[in-house]
């Protein structure tokens, strides 16, 4: 029987929301089966769920955009990010324990954050715009995860899937843009003091400033712009490592200083 959009996102939302975890086979074949841009419906399906967060309660607090690598892009096939929605309940504090069981096959990766103090409205910004829009920057550490079995994805899986979205844990040391070296910075995350990943600014679309214009000039053009105070995580500065229960990870950004990571044992809520 074909599936809709509605029941697309029912698989997601179930897959993410049952007490035992249950990732579901990729949906990118039911997407493409529906009328329309595979894309556009993979972004309705995403829509659909946003929304079923909002209602139930939750707040959205920024956005994160995905698929900043152009390794992985070329592994799935794509020329252009994607972009998923950042909820309260989903950030961490530098330090904080995680309780391992709301991850969904846990991945981690350090990002640059940048938390605005001005709304971005325009059809098409430009550097000086996100500059000067931007309150501050931290060192950020996304734990991503996906609701389709063993990370098969491509493109529509990742976008109908909130862009593979988990948590997000933010450092607590706010720093000027005017004091970093967005490209050139390096980037060192270890796993309790052995090396993991390794990386720049520079990894992200070149500048994490390009990542940030494409995901204003996107949210502009769905009816979403961004607002003062929202969270963008602008992308991987190196390659995603699987997490494990009790894992600590600490990810230093030159310039912006550390964060870490901390896993919970436990596997079960």
Same mark, same amino acid.
């Given at each position: 029987?074909?599936?809709?959009?509605?029941?697309?996102?029912?698989?997601?939302?179930?897959?993410?929301?049952?007490?035992?975890?249950?990732?579901?086979?990729?949906?990118?074949?039911?997407?493409?089966?529906?009328?329309?841009?595979?894309?556009?419906?993979?972004?309705?399906?995403?829509?659909?769920?946003?929304?079923?967060?909002?209602?139930?309660?939750?707040?959205?607090?920024?956005?994160?955009?995905?698929?900043?690598?152009?390794?992985?892009?070329?592994?799935?096939?794509?020329?252009?990010?994607?972009?998923?929605?950042?909820?309260?309940?989903?950030?961490?504090?530098?330090?904080?324990?995680?309780?391992?069981?709301?991850?969904?096959?846990?991945?981690?990766?350090?990002?640059?954050?940048?938390?605005?103090?001005?709304?971005?409205?325009?059809?098409?910004?430009?550097?000086?715009?996100?500059?000067?829009?931007?309150?501050?920057?931290?060192?950020?550490?996304?734990?991503?995860?996906?609701?389709?079995? $063993?990370?098969?994805?491509?493109?529509?899986?990742?976008?109908?899937? $909130?862009?593979?979205?988990?948590?997000?844990?933010?450092?607590?040391?706010?720093?000027?843009?005017?004091?970093?070296?967005?490209?050139?910075?390096?980037?060192?995350?270890?796993?309790?003091?052995?090396?993991?990943?390794?990386?720049?600014?520079?990894?992200?679309?070149?500048?994490?400033?390009?990542?940030?214009?494409?995901?204003?000039?996107?949210?502009?053009?769905?009816?979403?712009?961004?607002?003062?105070?929202?969270?963008?995580?602008?992308?991987?500065?190196?390659?995603?490592?699987?997490?494990?229960?009790?894992?600590?990870?600490?990810?230093?950004?030159?310039?912006?200083?550390?964060?870490?990571?901390?896993?919970?044992?436990?596997?079960?809520?």
């Amino acid at each position: 029987m074909s599936k809709t959009l509605q029941t697309i996102a029912d698989l997601l939302w179930n897959a993410q929301h049952d007490k035992v975890f249950s990732p579901v086979a990729p949906v990118r074949d039911d997407v493409a089966s529906l009328d329309g841009d595979i894309l556009d419906n993979a972004y309705c399906v995403q829509q659909i769920n946003t929304l079923r967060h909002i209602k139930a309660g939750a707040r959205v607090v920024g956005r994160k955009i995905g698929l900043t690598s152009k390794t992985v892009q070329k592994q799935l096939g794509v020329d252009r990010p994607d972009f998923g929605t950042l909820f309260a309940h989903m950030s961490y504090c530098d330090g904080q324990e995680i309780p391992f069981a709301l991850t969904q096959q846990a991945k981690v990766e350090a990002e640059i954050a940048l938390v605005l103090a001005h709304d971005l409205l325009h059809e098409q910004h430009t550097v000086a715009d996100i500059l000067n829009a931007t309150a501050y920057a931290l060192p950020a550490i996304e734990v991503v995860g996906s609701r389709i079995a $063993n990370w098969d994805i491509r493109l529509a899986d990742t976008v109908a899937d $909130n862009a593979s979205s988990g948590l997000f844990v933010l450092g607590s040391r706010p720093v000027r843009l005017s004091d970093l070296d967005l490209v050139h910075c390096g980037m060192l995350m270890e796993r309790r003091g052995d090396q993991v990943s390794v990386g720049a600014g520079a990894a992200c679309l070149g500048n994490p400033l390009h990542a940030a214009i494409w995901l204003a000039n996107t949210m502009v053009r769905v009816d979403s712009p961004l607002r003062a105070g929202d969270v963008l995580l602008t992308g991987a500065l190196g390659p995603m490592v699987a997490a494990q229960p009790g894992d600590v990870f600490t990810a230093r950004i030159e310039g912006l200083g550390s964060v870490r990571a901390i896993f919970s044992t436990e596997t079960e809520s």
